[in-house]
């Protein structure tokens, strides 16, 4: 685990917690439990988490998991482990790099009616009434909300549209959207 500090990383994240759930590294593909990074926001105090949201999920076909992770120059810096299976005899690894690149609203993903149609940001926490009257969403195309956010959670990350065009980041409804 690891806090974002020092700007090491793209500021909307400053003082929060990143873990990397280990999970079940021999298991082939996705897992509900671990092969992911989650963040937290904590409280002022640090006696609560304010907010939960998946950052990074392993969504691979062999067997893998992150298993560390670092901020340093450039980036979150994570390490997976890939686990035996027929073709990997023994446990490997690789170092990654997730680093924030601003992305011009439109420019990354094209919002067509068939995108927003897979849309899933009516489904989000952080989704309220004043999004709902206003029929806003498909930020990671349009841009940010015209309304006051209250995050409660994100599934920015989660989004099919998001994973295909490769934009990354959370809270697309007040930050924009980054590309990978």
Same mark, same amino acid.
């Given at each position: ?23 079940a590294a021999y298991k082939e593909g996705w897992d509900t439990k671990g092969k ?41 810096? !994570?390490?997976?482990?890939? +686990?035996?299976? /027929?073709?990997?005899? @023994?446990?490997? *690894?690789? =170092?990654?790099?997730?680093? %924030? $690149? ?35 969403? !498909?930020?990671?195309?349009? +841009?940010?909300? /015209?309304?006051?956010? @209250?995050?409660? *959670?994100? =599934?920015?990350?989660?989004? %099919? $549209? ?8 959370f809270y697309f409804c007040t930050e924009g959207a980054f590309k990978n």
């Amino acid at each position: 685990m690891a806090f974002m500090q020092d700007g090491q990383f793209s500021e909307e994240f400053h003082d929060e917690l990143f873990v990397a759930l280990f999970g079940a590294a021999y298991k082939e593909g996705w897992d509900t439990k671990g092969k992911k990074i989650v963040k937290f926001r904590l409280s002022e105090d640090g006696n609560s988490v304010k907010s939960y949201d998946e950052f990074a999920t392993y969504v691979g076909k062999n067997p893998a998991s992150p298993c560390g992770l670092a901020f340093g120059p450039g980036g979150l810096y !994570f390490t997976d482990l890939h +686990g035996e299976n /027929k073709d990997i005899k @023994e446990p490997t *690894g690789n =170092i990654l790099r997730v680093k %924030p $690149i601003k992305i011009e609203h439109g420019k990354g993903v094209p919002d067509l009616e068939k995108n927003s149609r897979r849309c899933i940001c009516a489904s989000c926490p952080s989704y309220d009434k004043c999004m709902y009257n206003n029929i806003e969403r !498909f930020y990671c195309a349009r +841009g940010k909300s /015209k309304c006051t956010i @209250e995050k409660k *959670g994100c =599934i920015c990350g989660e989004c %099919p $549209i998001a994973s295909e065009y490769k934009v990354s980041g959370f809270y697309f409804c007040t930050e924009g959207a980054f590309k990978n």
